[in-house]
Nanobody
Framework: VQLQASGGGLAQPGGSLKLSCAAS????????VAWYRQAPGKQRELVAR???????LYADSVKGRFTISRDNAKKTVYMQMNSLKPEDTAVYYC???????WGKGTQVTVSS
């Protein structure tokens, strides 16, 4: 299984970015996929998760601002990030279960 995260970059406070996590080597439709992030000097934390039946879960810090979605035909999970804040700056990783597979991270920087 391989996961390829993309879509990171530099955004201004209040701006938006959309992350993508493309999977290969798995059927995908039966997997739970999550986004985690890790800021410098901090532990990796769960940001959002979507199950095979499209049930979603969000960290309190991103509720109402981030939206996770999936396209099983493309084997891709997305995370739309709106109203970005400087504290959203981190490396974002996607994770696939079962199996606990991780992709390489994508850097998100929110700064004016």
């Amino acid at each position: 299984v391989q996961l390829q995260a993309s879509g990171g970059g530099l955004a201004q406070p209040g701006g938006s970015l959309k992350l993508s996590c493309a999977a290969s080597g798995t059927i995908f439709s039966g997997n739970t996929v999550a986004w985690y992030r890790q800021a410098p000097g901090k532990q990796r934390e769960l940001v959002a998760r979507i199950t095979s039946v499209y049930s979603t879960l969000y960290a309190d810090s991103v509720k109402g601002r981030f939206t996770i979605s999936r396209d099983n035909a493309k084997k891709t999970v997305y995370m739309q990030m709106n109203s970005l804040k400087p504290e959203d700056t981190a490396v974002y990783y996607c994770n696939l279960l079962p199996g606990n597979y991780w992709g390489k991270g994508t850097q998100v920087t929110v700064s004016s």
